[in-house]
Nanobody, 125 residues
Framework: QVHLVESGGGLVQAGDSLRLSCTFT????????MGWFRRPPGKMREFVAG?????????RYAGSVKGRFTISRDSSQNTMYLQMNSLKPEDTGVYYC?????????????????WGQGTQVTVSS
């Protein structure tokens, strides 16, 4: 049974940085593509970033975060990261990590089998 735990959220000011972590336990981390999603206040859950399985050579980003956020993974730690720079108030939301036992990360949350409980990110103006 896969278990995902996010950490690193918090309250920051616009322009600041945060790094989110997602720890994966229960199965073979390297066989899972991983993704970050977020749910802004009053809105639907949306894709943020995804990374392929194994070495994570393939990444993809939502247009709203491209150039500011970087997704990565460390197989030695069974952990995925999301480095968020130049944060904006519109980045506020609950951030979730997700895993799917496939090579490629997709943008569709229904494709992910496993989810963390979420971590709150709040960016003040």
């Amino acid at each position: 049974q896969v278990h995902l735990v996010e950490s690193g959220g918090g309250l920051v000011q616009a322009g600041d940085s945060l790094r989110l972590s997602c720890t994966f336990t229960g199965e073979d981390f390297s066989k899972n593509a991983m993704g970050w999603f977020r749910r802004p206040p009053g809105k639907m859950r949306e894709f943020v970033a995804g990374i392929s399985s194994r070495g994570g050579q393939s990444t993809r980003y939502a247009g709203s975060v491209k150039g500011r956020f970087t997704i990565s993974r460390d197989s030695s730690q069974n952990t995925m990261y999301l480095q968020m720079n130049s944060l904006k108030p519109e980045d506020t939301g609950v951030y979730y990590c997700a895993a799917q036992p496939t090579p490629w990360a997709t943008r569709v949350y229904d494709n992910y089998d496993y989810w963390g409980q979420g971590t709150q990110v709040t960016v003040s103006s």
